[in-house]
C-alpha cells in the first residue's frame, strides 16, 4: 500500500523526470515516474534494457551527474532528495538509503580490500572507532552469510566467487543499517543457483532488518518470487502497477501481458513461447502517442495520437492503456 | 589480531621475484657496454698516447690493461672488476672511474628527483581539473598549455628559462651548483623545472585521460552510493585507480629523463653526470664512458624495479 505519502514513512517519488542532454538530442530516460515503497515493502519495477528501471534508481540516489538532469520530487521522511543540498543528501546516502548494483566486480573498487570498503561506510556515516568498526565488519559478512570472514576482509575483490562477492557488497551497502535498500538488477550476473540464494537473502534481510526494498529487473520469475507490489516500465514511464498477484493474474497493460507470455513455466500446458515483436525506441525519438503502439497488437488510432494517461482502477492498481479492457478480456495466456 | 592478510604475502613474493628477474638484466647491460666499448673506432692505447705512437708502447699499454688476452678472459675480468666496485681510471682525469661517477651522479640524481617531484606536483592537480572540467574551457587551457610544452625542445625550453628568470629576473642562478643542500635546491631549480616541463606534459595527458575513465567506473558510483565524502571518492577511488597507468608510464620516462639531464646540465652548467658524459665522449675517455653507462642502465632498471613494486602495491592483482 501507498502508506507513505504524507506519513513522512517509506519513499515517495511523484513526478521523476531524468533527461539526457545528448549529442542526439535530449534523451527522455524517465518520465513522470511515481512510486511509493512504504516501510518493509519490496517493490519490484520491471522492464526491458533501456526502458528507464536502472535510472530511475539511480535518480532516486542522486547518482545522475551531467549531461543528465532530474526534476520532480524524491520524498524520504519528509524531505525532498532532490532539491537537498549535496553535502545533507551524502548523509543519508548509505546510511538511510544504500544501493546495490548489478556486477559487484565492476561495482566492487579492485585495488582495495573488501573490509576497508566495508569500513569506510561506517567511517562516513558513524563515530565507531577502529576496533568498533571491525567488529561491525565481522558481523555485516556473517549475516550475509560469507565465511571465514576475518580472512574475507583482508582480501580484494578477485579473490572472492561471483556469489561471495554480491554478497560482500550488500553487507558493505547494509553497514549502516539502511531503512531502504534499492537493488539495480543484483541477480542478473549470477548463476541460477546463486541468484536464488542472494533472492532469499534479500527476502531475510528485509524481515530481520524491518527495510524497504526497491528490486528492479527484468526477471519476471524474480519479481514473483519475492516483491509485493510491482511496476512495469516502458520507454521511461511506468505502464502497469499493482500488487504482484493481481498483475500476474490480469495484465491489463499490452506489454505487461506480452512479458508474461515470453516466460516459460512449469506446470502450465506446454504451448509455444510469444515474444513480442520489435525492439523498444529510443529514447531521443520516442514515437508520438503510446510509446508501445509500434510493438502493439491492440493499437488503434487513438494510441498513435495520444499518449494515455496512467489510470487508477481500483486501490491500488494503475494502468497507462486506453484499451486495458480489451486487454483484460483477452484470452488468458497462462 | 591477524593483521597479516593474505594481500600482503603475494606482495613480498612478487618483490622477491621482481628481484630475481634483474640478474639476467644486468648481465645483458654489461655484454652490451662491454661489446659497445669494443666496438668504438680507435683503441684506448692510441688515445693515451696520441698520434706517434709506436708499436711496442701500444703492446706494452694492452698488456697492462689485459687487452691481448682473448675476449672472453677479458669480459671475466671485466664483470670481476664491475663487482668489485672497479670500473678502471679515467685516461683524461687519471682518477679512478668509480670515484668521478660517485662525485657526479649525485648531482644528477638530486637533479632528476627534483624534476620528477615538479612534475607531479604540476600534473596531478592540473589533471585532475583537466579531467573535471573535460570539454571546458579550463580543460582546453590547460591541453593547450601543455601541448607547448611537450613540442619545445629542452634545450630550447632550458635557454628560455635561462634567459627569463635567470638573466632577466635574476630570480635564480644561471648556473653551477651550490654547496650547501638548501644552496643547491636553489641552484637546481631552474634546471629541474626545464626538465619537468615536458616530463609534466606527458604524465599529465596520461593521467587526465585516465581519470576520465575511472571516474565513470561503477565502483566510484557505488562509492558515492555508499556517501562517501567527496575528498575520499576522489583520492582513494579515483586517483589511486588512476595513477597505476601512469606509474608505469612515470617509470617508463625516468630513462628518457636522464637523456634530458646530459643536455640540461650542459646548457645549465651542472656538474653532472650529464656533462661528465658529453665530456667523456668528446675526448674519448672509454673508462668513465663505460662506467657512466654501467651506472646508469642499472640506475633506470632500479627505477622500473621500484615503479613495478609501487603498482604492485596500488594494484593488488599486478602481484597474484
Known amino acids: ?334 | 589480531m591477524q593483521n597479516i592478510g593474505s594481500g600482503s604475502l603475494p606482495l613480498f613474493s612478487f618483490v622477491l621475484r621482481r628481484i630475481l628477474q634483474m640478474i639476467p638484466t644486468v648481465v645483458f647491460i654489461l655484454v652490451v657496454t662491454f661489446v659497445l666499448v669494443r666496438l668504438l673506432p680507435g683503441d684506448p692505447a692510441s688515445a693515451m698516447l696520441g698520434d706517434r705512437a709506436i708499436d711496442a708502447d701500444v703492446e706494452r699499454i694492452n698488456a697492462s690493461l689485459g687487452l691481448d688476452k682473448p675476449i672472453p678472459v677479458q669480459f671475466l675480468y671485466f664483470v670481476k672488476n664491475v663487482f668489485t666496485g672497479d670500473l678502471g681510471t679515467s685516461i683524461a682525469l687519471k682518477l679512478p672511474v668509480t670515484t668521478i661517477i660517485m662525485q657526479r651522479l649525485p648531482v644528477t640524481l638530486m637533479l632528476t628527483l627534483m624534476a620528477a617531484l615538479l612534475a607531479l606536483i604540476l600534473a596531478v592537480p592540473l589533471a585532475f581539473l583537466a579531467a573535471l572540467k573535460r570539454e571546458q574551457t579550463a580543460d582546453a587551457v590547460i591541453r593547450g598549455t601543455f601541448q607547448v610544452g611537450l613540442s619545445m625542445p629542452v634545450f630550447y625550453v632550458g635557454i628560455l628559462m635561462l634567459t627569463v628568470f635567470g638573466a632577466t629576473l635574476k630570480w635564480f642562478p644561471v648556473g653551477g651548483y651550490g654547496d650547501t643542500f638548501a644552496d643547491r635546491l636553489y641552484h637546481l631549480f631552474l634546471p629541474a623545472l626545464t626538465l619537468a616541463f615536458s616530463f609534466s606534459a606527458v604524465l599529465m595527458r596520461n593521467l587526465r585521460s585516465s581519470i576520465i575513465g575511472v571516474i565513470n567506473a561503477e565502483y566510484v558510483d557505488f562509492a558515492r552510493a555508499k556517501g562517501l565524502r567527496p575528498r575520499i571518492i576522489m583520492t582513494r577511488h579515483v586517483l589511486r585507480n588512476a595513477l597505476i597507468s601512469t606509474v608505469t608510464l612515470f617509470g617508463l620516462q625516468i630513462g628518457t629523463l636522464f637523456g634530458g639531464a646530459v643536455i640540461t646540465e650542459t646548457v645549465f652548467a651542472v656538474p653532472g653526470a650529464g656533462r661528465l658524459m658529453i665530456d667523456s665522449i668528446y675526448g674519448r675517455d672509454y673508462p668513465v664512458l663505460q662506467g657512466l653507462t654501467i651506472a646508469l642502465a642499472v640506475l633506470v632498471s632500479l627505477t622500473f624495479l621500484a615503479t613495478d613494486i609501487f603498482q604492485a602495491w596500488l594494484d593488488p592483482r599486478v602481484a597474484r
Open chain 1, 1 to 334: 500500500m501507498s502508506a507513505g505519502i504524507g506519513t513522512g514513512l517509506g519513499l515517495t517519488v511523484r513526478g521523476l523526470t531524468t533527461l539526457f542532454d545528448t549529442p542526439r538530442g535530449m534523451a527522455l530516460a524517465v518520465a513522470d515516474v511515481d512510486l511509493d515503497v512504504g516501510p518493509g515493502e519490496m517493490v519490484g519495477l520491471v522492464g526491458e534494457s533501456g526502458s528507464g528501471k536502472s535510472v530511475t534508481l539511480r535518480s532516486i540516489m542522486g547518482l545522475i551527474q551531467t549531461p543528465g538532469h532530474v526534476t520532480g520530487k524524491v520524498e524520504w521522511g519528509g524531505r525532498d532528495l532532490v532539491a537537498m543540498p549535496a553535502e545533507e543528501l551524502r548523509r543519508i546516502r548509505g546510511s538511510e538509503i544504500a544501493m546495490i548494483f548489478q556486477e559487484p566486480m565492476t561495482a566492487l573498487n579492485p585495488v582495495l580490500p573488501v573490509g576497508l570498503q566495508l569500513e569506510e561506510n561506517l567511517v562516513a556515516h558513524t563515530r565507531l572507532n577502529a576496533r568498533e568498526r571491525r567488529a561491525r565488519a565481522l558481523e555485516l559478512m556473517n549475516i550475509v552469510g560469507i565465511p571465514a570472514a576475518e580472512r574475507r576482509l583482508n582480501e580484494y575483490p578477485h579473490q572472492f566467487s561471483g556469489g561471495m562477492r554480491q554478497r560482500a557488497m550488500i553487507a558493505i551497502a547494509l553497514a549502516c543499517s539502511p531503512k531502504l535498500l534499492l537493488a539495480d538488477e543484483p541477480t542478473t550476473a549470477l548463476d541460477v543457483t546463486i541468484q536464488d540464494q542472494i533472492l532469499k537473502l534479500l527476502l531475510d534481510l528485509r524481515d530481520r532488518l524491518a527495510m524497504s526494498v526497491v528490486l528492479v529487473t527484468h526477471d519476471l520469475g524474480v519479481i514473483a518470487g519475492t516483491c509485493d507490489r510491482m511496476a512495469v516500465m516502458y520507454a521511461g514511464r511506468i505502464v502497469e502497477m499493482g500488487t504482484v498477484i493481481d498483475v500476474f493474474r490480469q495484465p491489463r497493460h499490452p506489454y505487461t501481458r506480452g512479458l508474461l507470455g515470453s516466460v516459460p513455466r512449469a506446470g502450465a500446458v506446454r504451448t509455444m513461447l510469444s515474444s513480442i515483436e520489435g525492439t523498444p525506441p529510443g529514447l531521443t525519438d520516442l514515437p508520438a502517442g503510446c510509446a508501445f503502439h509500434p510493438r502493439c497488437s491492440f493499437a488503434t488510432d487513438i494510441c498513435r495520437q495520444e499518449r494515455p494517461p496512467l489510470q487508477s482502477l481500483g486501490a491500488d492498481r494503475k494502468v497507462a492503456c486506453f484499451h486495458h479492457d480489451r486487454v483484460a478480456a483477452a484470452e488468458a495466456i497462462l
